[in-house]
């Protein structure tokens, strides 16, 4: 898998679980709403530490500048 997301990319996914992360806890969200915002802040955090979102592939997408390389 050759990493497509720049830092950027990955800060903002971060800061995105974080914050359903904190609306959960606080029981801002519940029920299936909490749940389908928590598998994707979970997959925001998972894509964030390896640097590879399968979705930018079909569309050719890379959020990584050039000097990041």
Known sequence: M??????VDRIIR???????????FTGQITGI??????ILALIFVVTSAIGFCPLYVPFK????KKEEK
């Open 14 to 24: 971060i800061i995105l679980a974080i914050v359903v992360a904190v609306l959960y």
């Open 61 to 64: 997408i890379s959020t990584i």
């Open 2 to 7: 050759k990493k497509n997301m720049g830092t």
């Open 33 to 38: 709403a909490a749940i389908i915002l928590g």
